[in-house]
């Protein structure tokens, strides 16, 4: 999906594009929340076929405490090993040419540590000042993605993680 998003044979003004997205997670435990943001985010949309493509470097999530950041790269997330997550998905019945907010399902598949899940993710979609503006929230069970967790701190590691997203989507310009 991705190469046909950057395909060059589609027409770019059915593209948008962000490469400053932001995702967001968090996790609440008894002893200490973890909070993550990452702004770096890459996303493409062809409204052609309705499709999205989402990709982020692992490494680029900033943390409040540098152990943190540590332990989610080279313990949790392995992210020498898997250094990207991606969705490649539908926007499910949305149309561009509606310039009214809407909120809409997006469908896809996410892959984080080399491991795809199929996901629905309902979105806001906006759209002003020639933006389109996609924002939400969903939750990721940690166990669906492999990622271990010794038992000394699975007490404190939240099981379901809370992801929130915003991607303000630019006309795709080559």
Known sequence: MITGIINTNVDV????ITRQGQVTF?????VENIEAKNNQVLSVIDFSKNEIAIS???KAFV???ALMREHF???YIESDLYPKATLEGIILDFDPANREDQTKIVKGKITIRGITKEVEIKTKITFQEQKYIFSGDFELTVKDFEIK???VLAP????NISVQFKFEY????L
């Open 149 to 151: 967790i010794p038992s």
């Open 73 to 75: 790269n080279e313990s």
């Open 56 to 58: 982020m470097l692992m």
């Open 26 to 30: 968090f996790s609440y435990t008894n």
């Open 170 to 173: 630019e006309p795709y310009e």
């Open 63 to 65: 943390f409040k405490k």
């Open 156 to 159: 404190n590691i939240a099981k």
């Open 13 to 16: 003004s059915d593209r948008y």
